[in-house]
């Protein structure tokens, strides 16, 4: 970030922003031009290619953005009508608003999705020909103007885009327009949001605007996608920024315009402040400290004061609404994973991770949110040894997620393997019986599912010699236990939830395949976006019967050649082909009854993940 130091430059720094829907057929060469363009030009930030088009948000010196402006449209004429937004900004300061935000480094990915509308197949995929109409700044302020001057029943409502954090320091207030406000934590809810209030918008004209556009591209098209009753909907071209800079004074919109850059929030000449601190209900807007929700990592405005006052952690209005409340105990003491109740154990943190539930504070650098992960161990294991067999898994994800682990409710009793069962019996009567190891160095096993003839009154207790040699098919006996173990995790979510999603390791893939069959009719109960099976099988009961699974699925298994002893190749590729193949990635590898953490696997695990941000 050497630029950002250069006080003998008198060249103005500023941060462009664009996004262009257009059919890319090379997206290696678009990646090879950014990157050489970029990196010449000494431009930072983020660059996101699909093959369905860009979204960009870069920062540098203004006449580097615009010689980036000027070999782009050079490079490619679809791009030449792009509404690139351009604005003049102060330096970043190189602290962890500008890690957050991307402006310490040049990001450049291929993706699926410019923008992610649902972490979940929808039944209506939107074509984003089909977008709304566009309305200039002029335009839609003369819309709003006209429905002040009417009756509240003019027919016409407003729709914030924009997540919840958002909205919470500026957003369009105009009398007798009814304003919608979704209140989502992320917009991949909103097409959620949609479905649930259709009633709510059809018929009417509906008026969307979020922060540049690009947001209500894709959920103008998704509304219009309904059919009848949904036809009437625009959008504001450019987005906050656009109708701002028409408007200098704010036109109908109060407060500041929340950014994704280095800037945080973006004000009128008459940027009232209508935000308000979390703890002390004053008037606040800053998100500079990056406070977040202990619970789901969402932004929160807490005042200097109350942070440097209060201790406690910090919920956001969204968890407090689903009953969330500070924990009575804590989960995290002298560095050590506490229970909060029996079964449950959390990750020892690295020190750059936060902790559940401390609380963020000012100068704390681990507040960008991740994605929270349960995770689920394999027939007898544990939590802790789960972890360690993750461990490096943890390490390489330690900046996107946070991994919970807990054990399975069904404890098993000790087995041992008696050297005698494989003697010839003539030999075998001349030699003592193998007594069993001491139990007391031997932590406890637990399992998500038991044989059918399964007898608890011995577990934990006294050992009990193998039936016999290890058998790769036991998992196809291990049926029976599936409601505890269902009770169990509805506990877990309840209590310690929300999770993003949840990863399963051979039994336990079973498990969170078992789960996400039915995410539908566990909605309310276990809320999660996407499961990551490791080693996965898929089990024989009536719950796995519902059709193609629609939820966002990553399946990690050994190829044919792999050295899996424990689950066969043709068994994980059967649960796979149980997904709905829009939404399910599929890596193979030759790594064993293991999740491999090497390139290319880790990097396709990661490019699965992001997505759910």
């Not at 027919?155 to 914030?160: A, K, P, Q, R, T």
């Not at 071209?237 to 945080?264: A, M, S």
């Not at 968890?319 to 924990?327: D, F, I, T």
Request: glycine letters at 8%; charged letters at 20%; proline letters at 5%.
């Amino acid at each position: 970030m050497s630029q950002n130091n250069d006080n003998d430059s008198d060249d103005p720094y500023g941060v462009l922003l664009y996004y262009k829907y257009a059919q890319i057929a090379n997206l290696a060469d678009l990646a090879a031009f950014f990157r050489s363009n970029c990196s010449s030009l000494r431009l930072l930030g983020r660059v996101r290619l699909s093959s369905r088009g860009v979204n960009v948000t870069v920062g540098g010196d203004l006449s580097s953005l615009h010689s980036h402006i000027d070999a782009l449209k050079a490079y490619n004429a679809c791009f030449r009508d792009t509404d690139f937004k351009l604005a003049t900004c102060h330096h970043p300061l190189d602290d962890k608003v500008s890690v957050e935000c991307g402006f310490a480094s040049l990001s450049i990915r291929i993706v699926d999705e410019l923008v992610t509308l649902a972490s979940r197949p929808l039944l209506n995929s939107p074509d984003i020909s089909n977008a709304g109409k566009h309305l200039s700044a002029l335009e839609f302020h003369s819309s709003l103007h006209s429905a002040n001057k009417e009756s509240p029943e003019n027919g016409l409502v407003l729709l914030d885009a924009r997540n919840l954090y958002e909205t919470r320091i500026g957003k369009f207030r105009v009398p007798n327009v009814e304003t919608l406000d979704p209140q989502v934590r992320q917009y991949s809810d909103l097409s959620t949001w949609i479905d649930d209030n259709g009633e709510r918008l059809r018929g009417k004209n509906i008026l969307m605007y979020c922060t540049g556009g690009i947001r209500c591209e894709m959920a103008s098209a998704y509304i219009r996608s309904k059919g009848a009753g949904f036809e009437n909907v625009f959008q504001l071209f450019g987005g906050i920024q656009r109708y701002l800079e028409q408007f200098p004074d704010g036109g109908f919109f109060q407060g500041k315009n929340f950014v994704f850059d280095h800037r945080i929030s973006v004000g009128s000449s008459d940027a009232n402040v209508i935000g308000t601190c979390l703890v002390c209900q004053c008037s606040f807007d800053d998100y500079s400290s990056r406070c977040r929700c202990t619970y789901c990592r969402m932004l929160v405005l807490v005042c200097s004061s109350c942070q440097n006052e209060s201790s406690a952690p910090y919920i956001c209005e969204l968890c407090q609404k689903q009953g969330k409340a500070v924990r009575s105990t804590q989960l995290i003491e002298n560095g050590e994973p506490k229970k909060s109740y029996p079964g449950v154990e959390f990750q020892k943190f690295s020190p750059d991770t936060m902790c559940l539930p401390q609380v963020p504070k000012v100068d704390d650098p681990r507040t960008s949110r991740k994605l929270r992960i349960l995770c689920l161990h394999g027939f007898r294991q544990n939590a802790s040894s789960f972890k360690g067999r993750t461990a490096s898994l943890t390490k390489k994800l330690k900046k996107m997620t946070e991994f919970v682990f807990l054990d399975a409710p069904h404890e098993l009793p000790f087995i041992y393997q008696n050297p005698m069962s494989g003697l010839d019996v003539n030999c075998a009567s001349t030699l003592p019986p193998n007594p069993p190891p001491p139990s007391e160095n031997c932590k406890k096993k637990f399992a998500w599912f038991v044989t059918p003839n399964f007898d608890g009154s011995t577990r934990g207790v006294d050992w009990k010699v193998a039936d016999g040699p290890f058998d790769p098919l036991q998992y196809q006996q291990q049926t029976d236990g599936y409601g505890i173990s269902l009770s169990h995790l509805k506990n877990v979510f309840s209590q310690e939830g929300p999770f993003d999603g949840i990863l399963g390791f051979s039994q336990g893939a079973a498990m969170a395949a078992l789960i996400s069959a039915q995410q539908e009719k566990l909605k309310g109960e276990m809320d999660f976006k996407f499961v990551v099976l490791c080693s996965g099988f898929a089990l024989k009961m009536k719950e796995m019967e519902c059709g193609p699974i629609k939820c966002p699925s990553l399946h990690i298994f050994g190829n044919e050649h792999g050295k899996d002893r424990q689950i066969a190749n043709q068994a994980s590729k059967e649960l796979a082909s149980l997904y709905n193949s829009d939404c399910s990635v599929i890596v193979e590898h030759d790594c064993g009854h293991i999740i491999p953490t090497r390139p290319p696997f880790i990097d396709e695990i990661k490019d699965f993940l992001v997505r759910f941000f």
